[in-house]
């Protein structure tokens, strides 16, 4: 019968039914080497006949042990370690149980069957059983790699580590993908001529121009997960001047919850490039205090709030509340959580809101809340004073209420590097932000922490999305100091950080993540421009329009009344200041919700930097203050 008339749960069972009579044959086989060997080939014809009555009973014994360690579960093309652990593993219970019963269980009239046929039988069974399945994935693999070669476009690896090997893994059983890989590029002179999946080391990166004329290699990828943008610069610079393409595997924090596959590849990005060391974040560790636990996260349809929600997915959270008021922002990340099989609850609401947040605490009754909802564009809050008080400042200060009285463990805010020694509104309203978390901190069960980083890569307000604009219109590129520099961090790795220093929190903390050095946005821009195949000042111009009102040339991480301390995490550092007084703090929020209240601009904004002066006059003289940690080992 054609196969297209057979339904594909038959031939699922046929599938299988071919694998159980594979191994009844080998599991006989077994039986008989073992006999066979036991006597050095010259089997007495008693033990021969006692082999005709046992091996029923061992072919019965062994096949339930296999298909309760579902071994017909697996296809055999795939076969790898971990199902070679699992066959040792049901071969040794199926020999003990075999033993077990024919010790027990002697036919009448014959002797025991001899210790060592047991042992030799194991052994055999374990090297057919495993053999049989690894020969198949060979013979499989050959097939898919013939066919790649005469269709595959030649490519060279960069890295000779697990993740290359992972995705030549990956070329081989799939030789449809396209890829033939040709020889591999690594910078460990122990590795020099050495083969990783059956693929050559044919030298480092400063060989890479003559590996590509040798080979002929139409493309070049980046195996390399945990190399520095620096070293990522070089390998694209040089295969620029070969004019081959080159593309990359995510780093680290992208490939933290997902496999190395060729799917993952990608074009560089500037991020890739930037020179920072990626940061290596164990979460299954770091975000246990997470699991089990209901979370709320605001702003969850911005790009840190978003990216917060696709993490905490994965960490096994009772319930994950995700807030925002753009309705299409919400829908798009609801939507992508559920096709990855999360079930988040999506709530339109605005944080500003006191009684509309209050019900939502009261239904979903969280115990972990990560506020990201912010107006961060700094322009534009110096123009809307008013919203971005309200938004970035009283709204935190309504959820630090709604958080203490409704009993949550802990709250983080997500703060920013503009929040230091402050210059513009948005700045301003950030760093009130910090004062709220620090003074609810310090007065209740909540432990309270606020995270502040500098600039992440692809986030609204970024550069990087104006850059690419600009790039994409031909130009120019518009820069306002050729000296400027700013901190930058990849948006899945400040998330990562983030959750790790919330998981820390002891009470009104602030923690400043590791943004490693400073990148002149001159030499951004002209890393774009390369990226994007073109050269600058010939291709695309780059201008210089002058410094905004209120924008800094180097922005910084720390205030001057600021303590710098480590914390367990080499990534997050923990600033400690004077702490404040809360009454007077409250009051001026008061005043401030007031000055709101009158919609002046300049009102508003006299209010702000008030209250912001005034809170450092309200300072408690003496030492910085440094809750003790009285929970350190939350999370290890």
């Known amino acids: 019968m054609s196969d297209r008339f057979i339904s594909p749960s038959w031939r699922g069972h046929l599938h299988r039914l071919g694998q159980v009579s594979v191994d009844l044959v080998l599991i006989a086989l077994a039986w008989w080497l073992a006999f066979v060997v036991r006597f050095d080939g010259d089997l007495p014809g008693r033990y021969a ?40 593993l049901a071969c040794l219970v199926a020999s003990l149980l075999v033993t077990t019963v024919l010790t027990i269980w002697r036919p009448d009239g014959f002797e025991a069957v001899p210790r060592g046929v047991f042992a030799l039988d194991f ?35 960069c890295g000779a580590g697990s993740a290359a090997n992972s995705l030549l893994r990956d070329m081989r059983q799939n030789g449809g993908l ?51 943008g620096a070293v990522r610069r070089d390998i694209v610079d040089r295969c620029r001047e070969a004019n081959v393409r080159v593309t990359t595997l995510p780093g680290l924090p992208e490939l933290i919850n997902g496999e190395v596959t060729v799917q993952k590849l990608r074009e560089v990005r500037v991020e890739d490039v930037l020179g920072r060391a990626p940061v290596e974040v164990d979460m299954a560790r770091v975000a246990r205090y997470l699991n089990g636990k209901r979370v709320l996260v605001t702003g969850a349809g911005g790009s840190i709030g978003s990216e917060l929600c696709r993490q905490l997915a994965t960490v096994g959270p009772a319930s994950l509340v995700i807030v925002d008021h753009a309705e299409n922002n919400l ?61 970035n400042s009283l ?158 040339l180097h922005e910084e991480l720390f205030n001057l009344d600021e303590e710098v301390k480590p914390t367990r995490y080499g990534g997050i550092l923990r600033a400690t200041r004077p702490a404040l007084d809360p009454a007077a703090l409250a009051g001026r929020i008061e005043g401030l919700r007031a000055a709101v209240a009158t919609d002046d601009p300049e009102v508003a904004s006299a209010a702000l930097w008030s209250t912001l002066r005034a809170g450092r006059d309200d300072a408690v003289s003496g030492e910085p203050q440094d809750v003790q940690s009285r929970h350190e080992g939350d999370n290890e």
């Open 123 to 157: 052994l055999f069974t374990v090297l057919l059983i495993g053999g049989v399945r690894f020969i198949v994935r060979s013979v499989m693999e050959r097939s898919n790699r013939g066919s790649a070669v005469s269709t595959g476009r030649p490519v060279i690896v």
């Open 331 to 391: 829908f798009e990340i609801d939507l992508e959580l559920r096709e990855r099989g999360h079930a988040p609850v999506p709530v339109v609401a605005d944080c500003r809101d006191a009684d509309l947040m209050d019900g939502v605490f009261t239904r979903y009754r969280p115990d972990i809340v990560f506020h990201a909802a912010a107006y961060k564009h700094v322009p534009m809050m110096e123009l809307n004073p008013i919203q971005a008080i309200a938004n």
């Open 49 to 88: 006949r006692l082999f005709l009555i046992t091996v029923g009973v061992v072919l019965v014994l062994k096949l339930a042990v296999f298909v309760a360690f579902r071994l017909y579960t697996r296809w055999w093309r795939f076969t790898g370690m971990q199902d070679l652990e699992q066959i040792v």
């Open 395 to 552: 709204a935190t200060a309504t959820l630090a209420d709604l958080a203490t009285r409704h009993g949550v463990e802990r709250v983080c805010l997500i703060s920013t590097d503009k929040a230091v020694e402050p210059q513009t509104v948005m700045g301003g309203t950030k760093a009130l932000g910090e004062r709220i978390v620090e003074m609810y901190g310090h007065s209740g069960a909540t432990r309270f922490a606020a995270v502040r980083f500098g600039n992440v890569l692809g986030s609204s307000g970024s550069v990087l999305p104006i850059f690419r604009r600009q790039i994409a219109q031909g130009g120019p590129v518009t820069v306002t100091h050729p000296d400027m520099t700013r901190y930058f961090m990849t948006i899945p790795e400040a998330v990562q950080l983030v959750i790790e220093a919330t998981g820390i929190a002891e009470g009104g903390d602030v923690f400043v993540l590791d943004m490693g050095e400073p990148v002149r946005i001159m030499d951004l821009a002209h890393n774009m421009i390369r990226l994007s195949g073109m050269e600058p000042g010939r291709d695309i111009q780059v201008e210089v329009t002058g410094v905004r009102p209120g924008e800094k």
């Open 178 to 228: 396209g890829y033939t890989p040709v020889g591999l590029i690594d910078d460990d002179p122990r590795k020099a001529g050495l083969r990783v999946g059956g693929v050559k080391v044919l030298g480092s990166r400063e060989d890479i121009g003559r590996v590509l004329r040798e080979t002929r290699a139409r493309e070049v990828i980046i195996a390399m997960p945990s190399a520095t």
